[in-house]
C-alpha cells in the first residue's frame, strides 16, 4: 500500500504531465479510489468531517445557492440553486425536492464526509465532498460566487471530526443482486404487473419482486410498444430536439448512494471529444457516448396516463442515465415530449 507521502509524490507528478487531469481519473491511474487520494491533502486543503450526512445537509440551505454534484463513471450531473424542501428523519432514504435541487439520498451508501478548498483557475474553490465505503464519490457541493462563504467555514468548523490523520481506508462494496434466468421468471405474471401500473414508482418493485434486473425486464416488457432499443445515437437527437422545441425535460443521474434530477427547458447542447453535453448556466449534464451500450424508450401506464422515458445503459447493464419529458404527479406527460420520443422511433 502507498503511504500518503508516496501517493501525494505520485500525484504531484501525475499532475505535472497532464495538469487538468480530475482528481477521479488520477486516483484511477495510480490504482487507488478518489477518497484515498483526497485524504493525503487533510490538514492542507481538506477537512475530514464527521459521517454526520443528514445533519450536514439539514443545514446546507444557509450556503445559499451552490452547485450540487451527482455522477456515475459515465455520466455528469451538475445543478445549480439552493437546498430547500428537505426530507430528511430517521428514514434511511432521504430527498430534496426543491425546484432546483432535487435528490434521492440512499444514506446507507454514505461513509465518510470532507470539506475541501482548491485552487481552479485561479480562484479559490470550496466544497463538501461524500463518499461511499468504497470510496467512490456520492455527492459534492460546490460553493459558487453567490454562496455565503462564511456559513460553509462555520459548518465546516462544526462538523469538523477530531480525527485528521490523511489516510482513508475503504472497502469493497459487494453487490447482493440476485435475479432469475429469463426462463425461471414469471413473465405472464410480470407482464400483467406491468399493464396494470398505476405509478412508475411502482416499477421498482417489480423488479424485486420477480427478480429480474432492469434490462432484463425491458427485454420481457409486454411489447415493443413499452420497451424497445433505441439506435444509441438518437440520444444527441433526443437532446437537440428537446433544445431546439424549447419542450421541458427531467434528467435522472444517480449512483449507489444518490440520483439527481433536473427538471426544466435545456438550450446549449454540444459535443466534447466523446463526452455529449448540455451546458446551460444553472444545468450542466455530461455524457460519455463511448460507454453507451443500450437505449431504451419505455411507456409505463400510470393513473395520469403512460409516462415515457429513454434510458441508457452502459456494457454492464448498469443504469447511466434516463430522461422524461418534465412533468408532476397529477399531472399527464407533455404531448411535445411523446411526440419527440416518437419522431426518434421513426427515424
Known amino acids: 500500500m502507498n503511504s500518503p507521502a508516496r501517493l501525494v509524490e505520485q500525484w504531484e507528478a501525475l499532475k505535472s504531465e497532464q495538469p487538468q487531469l480530475r482528481i477521479r481519473n488520477a486516483a484511477a491511474t495510480l490504482g487507488v479510489s478518489e477518497v484515498e487520494l483526497l485524504a493525503t491533502n487533510i490538514g492542507k486543503s481538506v477537512t475530514r468531517l464527521r459521517n454526520e450526512p443528514k445533519e450536514i445537509l439539514k443545514e446546507i440551505e444557509s450556503l445559499g445557492k451552490v452547485m450540487a454534484l451527482t455522477r456515475n463513471d459515465s455520466c455528469v450531473h451538475e445543478r445549480k440553486g439552493v437546498y430547500d424542501k428537505p426530507g430528511i428523519n430517521k428514514s434511511p432514504v432521504g430527498l430534496f425536492t426543491g425546484v432546483d435541487i432535487d435528490l434521492r439520498i440512499f444514506f446507507e451508501h454514505w461513509h465518510s464526509a470532507f470539506a475541501v478548498t482548491e ?21 459534492k457541493i460546490y460553493l459558487v460566487p453567490q454562496s455565503n462563504v462564511q456559513a460553509f467555514q462555520e459548518l465546516v468548523e462544526k462538523y469538523k471530526h477530531s480525527n485528521q490523520d490523511p489516510v482513508e481506508t475503504v472497502s469493497p462494496v459487494e453487490d447482493q443482486k440476485t435475479y432469475k434466468q429469463d426462463e425461471e421468471v414469471d413473465v405472464p405474471g410480470f407482464q400483467k404487473a406491468w399493464l396494470n401500473m398505476q405509478d412508475t414508482h411502482q416499477f421498482f418493485g417489480m423488479l424485486t419482486k420477480y427478480e429480474v434486473s432492469r434490462v432484463q425486464a425491458l427485454r420481457l416488457a409486454p411489447d415493443t410498444y413499452h420497451a424497445a432499443l433505441l439506435d444509441n445515437s438518437k440520444i444527441v437527437k433526443l437532446l437537440e430536439m428537446a433544445a431546439a422545441k424549447e419542450v421541458p425535460i427531467m434528467a435522472f443521474v444517480g449512483n449507489r448512494g444518490n ?12 459535443w466534447h471529444e466523446n463526452w455529449y453535453n448540455v451546458l446551460d448556466p444553472d444545468f450542466n449534464l455530461h455524457l460519455n457516448m463511448d460507454d453507451v ?3 431504451w424508450v419505455v411507456r409505463k401506464p400510470t393513473t395520469d396516463g403512460v409516462v415515457t422515458s429513454v434510458e441508457v445503459f452502459d456494457e454492464q447493464e448498469e443504469l447511466i442515465v434516463q430522461f422524461f ?4 404527479p397529477g399531472i399527464p406527460e407533455l404531448p411535445e415530449w411523446q411526440k419527440i420520443v416518437q419522431e426518434l422511433q421513426s427515424l
Open 119 to 139: 485552487m481552479a483557475r485561479g480562484k479559490e474553490r470550496n466544497s463538501l465532498q461524500f463518499f461511499g465505503k468504497d470510496g467512490l464519490a456520492i455527492h
Open 293 to 295: 451500450a443500450q437505449t
Open 325 to 328: 419529458g418534465a412533468r408532476k
Open 259 to 270: 440520483i439527481q434530477i433536473h427538471s426544466g427547458p435545456i438550450k446549449k447542447t454540444l
